[in-house]
Each structure stands twice: as structure tokens, then as C-alpha cells.
Antibody
Framework: QVQLQESGPGLVKPSQTLSLTCTVS??????????WSWIRQPAGKGLEWIGQ???????NYNPSLKSRVSMSVETSKNQFSLKLTSVTAADTAVYYC?????????WGQGTLVTVSS | DIVMSQSPDSLAVSLGERATINCKSS????????????LAWYQQKPGQPPKLLIY???TRESGVPDRFSGSGSGTDFTLTISSLQAEDVAVYYC?????????FGQGTEVEIK
């Protein structure tokens, strides 16, 4: 059973870059079964899809974030990553890494990233 | 972007009674290539990630109790909990995966009356 775990700094200063990594266990990230996505959720609010990456390296990003987002996959480490540049307080949220086959499943537990000086 | 609108924002239902949540998309999410609606439902409990309940608008995920059912087509969809249990208290989200950016409804909070 595939499981996901996010890691990265919990505090990022405004204007800096948010960097998160998702480690996949229970199966190879290169299986081709899943698109690998990032979704975020501000406290007490709804879900926002950030984007997705496939094992081929192909990506789709939310246009609302496209100018600041990049995703990558490192198959040797069974990981995929998110970078979000020029962060502001509005980027404070719980960030989830997620596998997508039909619908989003499985999910990581989520990691809270706070943007503050 | 496809806007997903859920109603109501919250509802209180007695234990054992039916709970109905509606989701409307701003355009059809019926996939003509397979005649399936690209619509999923999730349950989120406090402090937990969302859990996939239903996909293709009406296909229950493995392990999901059969009191959860999904219906609808085109732009109008419904999640029904046929007999509310205490463990069903949660926020429920609909999600369209018809096109990018993938979008979610704002969520419906279900509580016990």
C-alpha cells in the first residue's frame, strides 16, 4: 500500500522560497500508476490544487500559482518535490502531497507551513 | 476554471437520518470518452487529510460503507449518507477532475442534531 510523507521547513520568511519533499513508500514512484500532486489548505478553509507531475516529468500547474511553482521527481530517492517562490502570508497553509489515479488517494498527513518573519 | 458550488454550507442531522449534500459545477464534467462524470467526493475529519469516498460520481471507494452513495450527472451531483452515524461528523468536499485546474467545492460541514 502506497504511503506518502511530507517534509520540509515549517516556517518560511516572506519573499523566500517554500520547498517541500514528499517521500513515497510501499511502491516505486516510477510505476506510472499515479500522477503526483500537491494540494494545500489554509487553516479553517477549503482545498486548493497546486499542481501535478507525472513520472515522465510532465507537469500541470494551477494558473493562479503557475508563475511561482515548480515540481520535480527524483526516482532514485522515490521522492517528488514542490517549490513555491516569493511567498507571502497568503501561502500559509497545510500542504499535502497526494497520489492521483482516479481521484486523490493516497494522501500524506500534511505539513503546516507558516510564512512569517 | 470550473467552479464547484456546494449546498448547504452546513447541516445538522439526527443519528440514523439521511444527510444530503449537493454539488453543482459551472460547466458539464461529463467525460464523453467514457460517458463518466469526473466527480469525486471526500470526507475530512479534524486534523486529518481528506479521504476519498466516491469517484466517477457514483463509484464507492473500496472499504467505504454502503450508507455513502453518490449520484448525478452533467453539472448536478449529490452525496447521500443514508443513515448518519456519529463517525460521519466531518466536512465533505466535491472535486472535479475533468480539467485543470482541478477544483473543489467549498465544503459542507455535517454535524449531529
Amino acid at each position: 500500500q502506497v504511503q506518502l510523507q511530507e517534509s520540509g521547513p515549517g516556517l518560511v520568511k516572506p519573499s523566500q522560497t517554500l520547498s517541500l519533499t514528499c517521500t513515497v513508500s510501499g511502491g516505486p514512484i516510477s510505476s506510472g500508476r499515479y500522477y503526483w500532486s500537491w494540494i494545500r489548505q489554509p487553516a479553517g478553509k477549503g482545498l486548493e490544487w497546486i499542481g501535478q507531475i507525472y513520472i515522465s516529468g510532465g507537469t500541470n500547474y494551477n494558473p493562479s500559482l503557475k508563475s511561482r511553482v515548480s515540481m520535480s521527481v527524483e526516482t532514485s530517492k522515490n521522492q517528488f518535490s514542490l517549490k513555491l517562490t516569493s511567498v507571502t502570508a497568503a501561502d500559509t497553509a497545510v500542504y499535502y502531497c497526494v497520489g492521483e489515479e482516479i481521484g486523490f488517494d493516497p494522501w500524506g498527513q500534511g505539513t503546516l507551513v507558516t510564512v512569517s518573519s | 476554471d470550473i467552479v464547484m458550488s456546494q449546498s448547504p454550507d452546513s447541516l445538522a442531522v439526527s443519528l440514523g437520518e439521511r444527510a444530503t449534500i449537493n454539488c453543482k459545477s459551472s460547466q458539464s464534467i461529463l467525460n464523453s470518452s467514457n460517458n463518466k462524470n469526473n466527480l469525486a467526493w471526500y470526507q475530512q475529519k479534524p486534523g486529518q487529510p481528506p479521504k476519498l469516498l466516491i469517484y466517477w460520481a457514483s463509484t464507492r471507494e473500496s472499504g467505504v460503507p454502503d450508507r455513502f452513495s453518490g449520484s448525478g450527472s452533467g453539472t448536478d451531483f449529490t452525496l447521500t449518507i443514508s443513515s448518519l452515524q456519529a463517525e460521519d461528523v466531518a466536512v465533505y468536499y466535491c472535486h472535479q477532475y475533468y480539467t485543470t485546474p482541478q477544483t473543489f467545492g467549498q465544503g459542507t460541514e455535517v454535524e449531529i442534531k
